[in-house]
């Protein structure tokens, strides 16, 4: 035998080994079972909502909840004028700001200079951290008094004011991950490009732009899902007021803002109708998700 | 005396036939070099010696390798294993800690505890990696201030204090400027007194230095081996010629 | 029709124009909310009491509530969702079902509104766990709504850590828990730092889901089964009743708090980055 084996002092008794391999296992599965934490909570969300919210839908009717234009607990469940609230509002502030975040990414990404990217980029991440409270109160004191002025109306509590507020909350979203996706492109696309004639404009719009569409794409859904999920800032700024509107210049009330202002007292089928408008929630962020994995989808094809 | 025996060992890669027939004696404390073109498989066999491919998806090994006549693949502890068959690698990897930490951190993992024995363990691998006088006088300061070449004698010191009885070592020069290779090259020549070293390398020149054998690959094979001078100066197969003579690869 | 070097002009001043928008209105936001709530923020504002009828308007029951809600939700959802991260990166086999199922499932719960969460999170925490409206009921809603956030970027930090660390610590016979322990996680901490700073800022931000489950009672919390209003839900409230002078300064100073403290979670931030990027090169 040779020698260097046998003054090895370091040699682990047989015993120390074993211990050391049930350690192991014990902390593999501990690991696993702190990943399960994730599944099952999903697993106990999705089963909760579905469970709580389905009576509502057999009590009422699922045409009536949906279609219903009247919301009057414990009798009447309409949450259509929710739904055309939350849909409006959502689409005003994405058109309004993801054409002003894409451009500002673009100058951010493409034309500023570097000491003002240096200086807007960290800005624009600051406004991503701030509460959406603040936004409802900025809008609050801010916006709504602005319509009353422009529009000449009694209250500026209205979709418009709605609207505007989420357009600022999403441009932080939309700015970043845009920015971070047309600063990913290789530098041979605009080379390429630019070596043709074109000129740096021409290429920003038909070059780059549209080779960062994926990013771009989920820096949008992102935005989406942060306007049509926010709750506090609408309920300051939007009136509330659960009927169908008829201008931009109405109060409505959203989805969200429907289930935080009555849940804290509502029971039985009423409480059951919030957790239908929350599925209802939950149905259009997985339509939102889904549009956006088939735009993906389809461009890699 | 044989210190590692490879029968037959073949190893695949997915489909990847990686390594193919392979039977080759590592002999105790002598330097074995392993030399081939890129891809050929020297780094995969080094790697099985250890069992390092074991950390690897879909690795299928068949064969056997004896390590003091005992079957590295029928034994369950693997981590006994890697602890008495060291290994040093392409690029040094010195872990973001200090240089005592990086020495010592082998001998923690294994649960030892006596601060004097870890400082003792630790002055002793630097000594005998050649490293100890250039920093004795910082050894709390961060390893990555070291340069390549004292990295990679790190690296080497780290194994050492595991105290060893195979050194593998991949392509441990390549990274380093000549200065450097000289410096681990002369610590190879100590170190073969105590351990047994399988080393992998690009430099015929350095296999002819350091090597007392040498095996070489060609596409998965295990083409010939033998005193290192024999395949340098009498090559048998006209593929180890051609390598040897610089033709190729 | 414009031809191309109109055309160009026209684009290059709406790119202007947008981030000339952009800019203003995020200066005006900070600018209007700081400059009419800075002089309001004092040390009495700060540790004084609370009372709605007015005499006292102090803010400390919600800075202590605050920072309860943050420190149990983070002592919760921290360890499982680094845990998690780590079962994915070392544990899991690459694409395999179980990692595919993990991911879907976080992915999930990063989609669900917050509001949502409150929802669950008064039946189930609440209501049927019985918690009643308290700190620990808020805290076990507002783990659940972090864990996604701690999971992906702790995930990020632990992938970005060399494979030669763990070839390393493996070749010289240590047990995976031991370099996962002294090698892989000391090397991910600034992104684990990173990404619990974060959540940090997620817990403070987060106001609908916080009253339904943590209420609004504006004393200091004696237990976290006790109820309590965090700042957010504070400003929230106060925006209700904005009708003497006093309750239009404490509103701003309110918000300037919050917004002092996103900035210096932010700068936190900046600041282990900084000095993360300067040690690797
Ligand atoms: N982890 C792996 N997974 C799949 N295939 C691998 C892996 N590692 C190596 N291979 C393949 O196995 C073959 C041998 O690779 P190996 O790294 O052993 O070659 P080598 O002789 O060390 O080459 P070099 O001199 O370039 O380091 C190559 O075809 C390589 O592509
Ligand atoms: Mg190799």
Known sequence: ?301 | MNKLTINNLDLFYGENHALKDISLNIPNRKVTALIGPSGCGKSTLLRTLNRMNDLVENVKITGDVHFDGEDIYQQSDVKALRKRVGMVFQKANPFPMSIFENVAFGLKAQGVKSTEEIKAVVEESLRSAALWDEVKDRLDSDAFGLSGGQQQRLCIARAIAMEPEVILMDEPTSALDPIATHKIEELMDELRKKFTIVIVTHSMNQAKRIADKTAFFWMGELVEHGETDQIFNNPIDTRTQGYVSGEFG | MLNRTQQDKVLLGAIWASASITILFLLWVMWHILSNGLSHVSWEFITGAYTRIGEASGIWAMIVSTVYMVGLSLSIAAPIGIMTAIYLTEYAKPGSKIVKVIRFCTESLAGIPSIVYGLFGMTFFVTTLGLGFSILAGSLTLSMLILPVIIRTTEEALMAVPISYREGGYALGATKIYTIWRLILPSAMPGIITSIILSIGRVIGESAPVFLTAGMVTQIPESVLESGRTLTVHLYKLTQELFTQSEWDQAYATATILIVLVLALNLATKIITNRYNKVSH
């Open chain 1, 1 to 301: 035998m040779d020698s260097a084996m046998t003054t090895n002092t370091l040699k682990l008794p047989e015993k120390a080994t074993k211990k050391r391999d049930w350690i192991e296992t014990v902390f593999h599965l501990l690991f696993l079972g702190c990943a399960m934490v994730g599944v099952l909570s999903v697993a106990t969300i999705a089963w909760f909502v579905f469970h709580e919210g389905l009576p509502a839908f057999q009590q009422a009717g699922i045409s009536e909840i949906i279609f219903g234009r009247e919301w009057l607990p414990p009798a009447l469940f309409g949450i259509a004028p929710m739904i055309v609230a939350s849909l409006i509002s959502t689409l005003g502030a994405v058109i309004i700001g993801v054409p002003i975040a894409i451009l500002t990414a673009v100058f951010l990404a493409e034309l500023a200079p570097k000491w003002l990217a240096n200086l807007v980029r960290p800005a624009v991440e600051l406004l991503a951290g701030i509460p959406s409270v603040v936004y409802g109160f900025f809008g609050l004191v801010i916006i709504v008094p602005m319509i009353e002025v422009l529009f000449h109306i009694p209250a500026g509590n209205t979709i418009l004011a709605g609207i505007i507020v989420l357009a600022i909350m999403i441009l932080p979203t939309v700015i970043t991950i845009s920015e971070t996706s047309l600063r990913a492109l290789p530098s041979t696309y605009k080379e390429a490009a630019l070596a043709l004639g074109a000129s740096h404009i021409y290429s920003i719009f038909r070059v780059l732009i549209p080779a960062a569409r994926s990013g771009i794409y989920t820096g949008i859904s992102l935005g989406v899902a942060r306007a049509i999920g926010e709750t506090m800032a609408i309920i300051m700024v939007m009136g509330n007021a659960p009927a169908m509107p008829g201008s931009l210049l109405e109060p409505a009330r959203t989805l969200t803002a429907n289930i935080a202002m009555e849940m804290s007292y509502a029971t039985g089928i009423h409480a059951s109708a919030l957790y239908s408008t929350g599925i209802v929630l939950l149905v259009f962020i997985v339509l939102l998700n889904a549009s956006l994995l088939y735009l993906n989808h389809k461009r890699s094809h």
